[in-house]
């Protein structure tokens, strides 16, 4: 696997991350504060943010920024796989768009999405620097990093009906086979290239695919492999 899809998988496989941007207040010192996000299709980050908060202030006097998260799951501090996008951020126009994807991840934010002063801004990568543990510690140039335009992108909302109205059970079995979690509420959240997001009796879970996956067709070929794979385990 090469180390831009890594770096993606984990910025895919968290919620929150530490912003960081240049304060106006300050003048350029780095401001830093906790933001949840959503890694998009393309590997971009989404972000909803309000026009009181500070870094949004931030960012309209200068978009530049950096957003740092990391694999909490690892007890171990220093060998904790982490990845820094640095990047510029953009006014997102298509608000309603972007929105009904960013609230299936995070429908507590649904009363900020309906108030007026908060908006949607895209992060953009500049350069990713991905430390997947000890000595294992790389750059990651965009145009590495991102993904080209894939059918998914516009096929995943159909994907997602089907298995959330007929593939529930297969939905539990992978719970159990990858996450040893036995879930009784399943729900798949979203699906891209590098794997799909489940909400599990409350609680998030990424599967990664073993391959790309571009399209619909792919997309069957891959969930089927796997359901196949939890139930004969």
């Known amino acids: 696997m090469s180390t ?14 530490a912003l960081s941007t240049l304060s106006k207040k300050f003048d350029g010192h780095p401001f830093g504060s906790i933001t949840p996000y959503l890694t998009d299709h393309d590997g971009s980050l989404l972000i909803l943010i309000s026009t009181l908060a500070e870094h949004t202030r931030n960012i309209q ?30 006014f997102v126009g298509e ?21 007026h002063d908060f908006s949607f801004y895209r992060i953009v990568p ?23 335009p894939y059918a998914l992108t516009g096929q995943e909302e159909a ?24 879930a009784q509420e399943v729900t798949m959240l979203g699906i891209d290239c590098d794997g799909f997001d489940v909400r599990a009796d409350g609680r998030i879970l990424r599967f990664d695919f ?10 069957r070929a891959a969930l089927v492999e796997l359901s196949q794979l939890s139930r004969n385990t």
């Open 4 to 17: 831009a899809r890594e770096a993606r998988q984990l910025l895919r496989a968290h919620r929150y991350g």
């Open 159 to 182: 994907v997602i009906a089907h298995m959330n109205a007929d593939h529930e059970e297969s939905m539990r079995h992978y719970c159990a086979h990858v996450h040893q979690q036995q």
């Open 61 to 90: 006097h200068d978009p530049r920024v950096s957003l740092l998260t990391h694999n909490r799951d690892d007890a171990q501090i220093q060998t904790q796989g982490r990845v820094t996008v640095v990047g510029t951020a953009y």
């Open 95 to 115: 608000r309603d768009q972007v929105g009904s994807r960013y609230l299936r991840y995070f429908p507590e934010a649904r009363s900020y999405f309906e108030m």
């Open 210 to 219: 073993g391959q790309p996956v571009l399209d619909a067709q792919q997309a």
């Open 126 to 148: 500049q350069a990713i620097r991905y430390i997947g543990g000890f000595g294992n510690i790389h750059w990651v140039k965009a145009e590495e990093y991102a993904v080209t």
